[in-house]
């Protein structure tokens, strides 16, 4: 079974409207030998005459008086669906999207970030879900709107996105040790050092660029997000390494400090699939997100 030239069906719904194969032709831009051709396809598409000779004119059988409002409406709704999007109506939009980043970002961004989205949509609810890993599946399946942090590997139709460069900072207590002088490697080495890892890893980039002093700090405990090793330092003489911007309201109270040796700067960015690329909420999102991080410099 041969699939139906859909294109019949905008010439039949012109057609019925007309009831002239001269008029149906001007409004469709063909000849009228082109258009008695198309009138000859339907009646064999149909099995039916669809317009018929009476007097002068023409007049639509039976068969055509029913199918006219259903072409029309078959019609609009192909035109509907190849419109371009409409112009998006924040005020009325109410919808959840599903953000999944981690804790710092959260705590840092968050709050300006729904400030945003609600000033201009207030009925648009923000879900932020934690980091399990750099999955990229639940991008693919829709489960997430978007992915915030450092990009892993990913599917190659994965969009992304920079956002911002973020640096490790030391935090300390007031009247810490290191809270006064110069923060030499050997100083920063000797203090009792908390280790942030989601998997427990008690080693990281910072040793190893210490290690290239001859040095080795003592990691007295060890965390699976930034928030707890800052409540940790500050109550305590631990010694907490964060990232800058991420916890730039976390650390008001403390201390902080250039770390005393060389570590690479991460590039965080914004992670969505190519299929909510064109999609004008979620490109509306996307800007409120780029703004807020911009603002934050």
Known sequence: MTSPDLNLLFALDVLLAEGSVARAASRLRLSPSAMSRTLARLREATGDPLLVRAGRGLVPTPHAEKLRQQAGRVVQDAETLLRP???L??????????LRTNEGFVEEFGPRLVARVGAEAPSVRLRFAPKSGKDAM???DAAIDLEIGVAGETGPEV?????????FVGAVRAGHP???GAITPERYAAGRHISVSRRGREKGPIDEALSGFGLQRTVACMVSGFSAALAMARTSDLIASVPERHTQG???GMV????????VEVTISM????????DPAQRWLRDCVREVCAASR
């Open 271 to 278: 992670l969505w699939h190519p299929r909510l690329d064109a």
């Open 89 to 98: 109506d924040l005020a009325k939009l109410d919808q959840i999207f599903t």
């Open 250 to 252: 976390a650390r008001a």
């Open 256 to 263: 902080s400090f250039p770390l005393p040796v060389a570590t």
């Open 159 to 167: 969009r992304i996105q920079a956002l911002f460069r973020d640096r």
């Open 138 to 140: 639940a991008l693919r």
């Open 85 to 87: 999007a409409r112009l």
């Open 178 to 180: 290191l809270s006064e």
